[in-house]
């Protein structure tokens, strides 16, 4: 029998992530020695316990890290903080921490303070995630084939970094590194952009008048279902990446904005060129997205 | 045996609509009596004559319509005026002319002119489609539960508008009438405004530097990917959809512009209340749409 990964790996956060993570595990046995799962929400931590996704349950992050040589923050970037101060001390020396969280500058700057001499902290990403939440909402096959980037901190241990890539992989991930700066530009055109966009379109829906707003529902066709989908995800977790990968969101929203408003104005003046030929660019993205297996 | 509901229907155009409601009367053999199939493109026309989608195929649309009682523009909307001028001279007294155009206000300004006394009109749009086109994206379950909507002209043929009601159900169907502006301004923001949005993102990610494009491709999350997929469907369908709706199109465009642009400001401002109050709104839309069963 091999050496399992972490003889006492701590999830801090039991959601859609957390438990996600968890499930996966339990298809591959022995990658961890003892699951420590902790929750601040004491309904999701009980409801963790009647889902048996961990071995130990802890109210308190805390206590939840005394004696793991893994931590993976799971909760949104916005606790990071706070937790970070909160499980500092209790970490043991030689323990790695990692965490899932969207914004990876945000996480460094959040964490990286806190962490104390002897503790590798290795900032990841699971590109991955449904509009569900909560410890229902664990998919043991979320990860499959899907991407985990890391982004190196300097001076960043490299065992385990590797040992993080390692765990990612026996969850089903492929994994990249990346700069963190790279990352969060890369994440706020493919992901964080889009999230805002379907936000905003169903509000815009809802303030229509009511008799407008009762057909919208009623026969909602499927582009705006798609959106509808994106727009369904955790409220405090899309609030934590937008105020915390402001920069990057923000310049993309003004590049996307531009060329918003200069697709209006074609559609003002019939400029039925300039149209087809956005529509093709926007066919030529999702071929190269289906040539290389991401859709 | 019962009497088909048409003696002889003629399917104007065989791409991704037109050879779902062929495939579709295949699973309720008798409904009409022959089915005729015109498409000016010849390599549509060969391939659904391979497909075996109809009984009579035509280069010609005037040629297809000769002693049909039934006819259904299934082409862009872009190209009702010309094809209806086209046709008109051929329709035979007592003939049903539908369409399944998505802007209804435009198909009534282009085909109306054209109808010959004793040709009833009855506009209809099927709200489903896929992002695939061409007739080997027929899918006989296509229109299976999802609405199709009648906005009915001035004194339209009643007996008509039931016939081809009668048509939508056998298809699988579910049947509404509303005016054509009411219409156009509900597609506007429930599928036209969420395509151009996707249009326009995709372009956005194609402008970046080379190094981000190829991230963008490699790590699209899930977001993106549903963008994407809106955004693969048909050039030229969607060209005349925008510029055939523009009044409710751009209505509804410059209406999200101003909640995004607040949406934005949120963000940069850190207004997080904001922020999770718009989030929230987003998921109470989609819980409706599922309470609905549109999702």
């Known amino acids: 029998m091999t050496e399992p990964l972490f003889n006492r790996l701590a999830l801090i956060g039991i959601g859609h ?96 303070p806190f962490v104390p001499a002897g503790v590798a902290f290795v ?68 992901s964080h952009l889009p999230h805002l966009l379907a936000f905003t379109i169903c509000g815009t829906a809802d303030d229509l008048a009511d008799e407008t707003r009762e057909e919208v529902l009623q026969f909602a066709a499927t582009g705006f279902r798609d959106f509808t989908r994106i727009a369904a995800s955790d409220p405090v977790m899309w609030r934590d990446i937008f105020t915390n990968n402001k920069d990057a969101l923000l310049e993309m929203f003004s590049r996307f904005s531009e060329d918003a408003q200069a697709m209006a104005r074609a559609v003002r003046w019939g400029d039925t060129d300039y149209i087809e030929d956005k529509i093709n660019r926007g066919r030529k993205i999702r071929k190269s997205l289906i040539d290389i297996k991401q859709a």
Chains 1, 2 share one sequence.
């Open 17 to 112: 992530i957390g438990a996600s993570i968890a499930g996966a595990l339990k298809l591959h046995p022995g990658t961890v020695g003892q699951l420590v799962i902790a929750d601040a929400n004491p309904a999701h931590l009980q409801r963790a316990e009647e889902l048996g996704l961990g071995d130990i349950y802890c109210a308190d992050a805390a206590m939840a890290v005394s004696g793991a040589d893994g931590v993976i923050l799971c909760t949104p970037v916005g606790s990071f903080a706070g937790l970070a101060a909160a499980i500092a001390p209790h970490l043991q020396p030689g323990c790695i921490l990692s965490d899932v969280g969207s914004t990876k500058q945000s996480a460094i700057r959040d964490v990286l």
């Open 123 to 190: 900032p990841a990403h699971p590109m991955a995630g449904t509009e569900f939440s909560g410890p229902d909402a664990g998919l043991a096959n979320l990860f499959e084939g899907r991407w985990c980037l890391l982004t190196p901190i300097e001076g960043m241990d490299e065992a385990a970094a590797q040992k993080i890539e390692a765990l990612w992989r026996v969850l089903g991930a492929r994994t990249a590194r990346m700069g963190a700066a790279h990352h969060d530009r890369v994440l706020a055109i493919v």
